[in-house]
């Protein structure tokens, strides 16, 4: 079994800065991409940014600049750093990792219960 684990959710004032981590546990062979994406009320699930096993990063147009994306292989866990918050920014926030498990041959997606991230203005 696989398991991905947000923490670092939270309140912020509009301006703040919080720090999302995820950490992937369980029976992995080797861990591809892994990212984040969040969902806002009534509203569908959209990447964030995401960070590839050599360190590639990819950002949406919306956080460029504001949130950085890094990655620890050796604990497996992928971490957020979200500056300069707004408003907009308030979602749930998910952890992604494309994986693969001892014994499988094939790489799959797995998907943390998210974290609840609120900016207030």
């Known amino acids: 079994q696989v398991q991905l684990v947000e923490s670092g959710g939270g309140?912020?004032?509009?301006g703040g800065s919080l720090r999302l981590s995820c950490a992937a546990s369980g029976s992995i062979f080797s861990i591809n991409t892994m990212g984040w994406y969040?969902?806002?009320p009534g509203k569908q699930r959209e990447l964030v940014a995401t960070i590839t096993s050599g360190g590639s990063t990819n950002y949406a147009g919306s956080v460029k600049?504001?949130?950085?994306?890094?990655?620890?292989?050796?604990?497996?866990?992928?971490?957020?750093?979200?500056?300069?918050?707004?408003?907009?920014?308030?979602a749930v926030y998910y952890c992604n990792a494309n994986l693969r498990q001892l014994g499988f041959l094939l790489y799959k997606d797995y998907w943390g219960k998210g974290t609840l991230v609120t900016v207030s203005s």
């Open 38 to 40: 969040r969902q806002a």
């Open 65 to 90: 600049g504001r949130f950085t994306i890094s990655r620890d292989n050796a604990k497996n866990t992928v971490y957020l750093q979200m500056n300069s918050l707004k408003p907009e920014d308030t």
């Open 11 to 14: 309140l912020v004032q509009a």
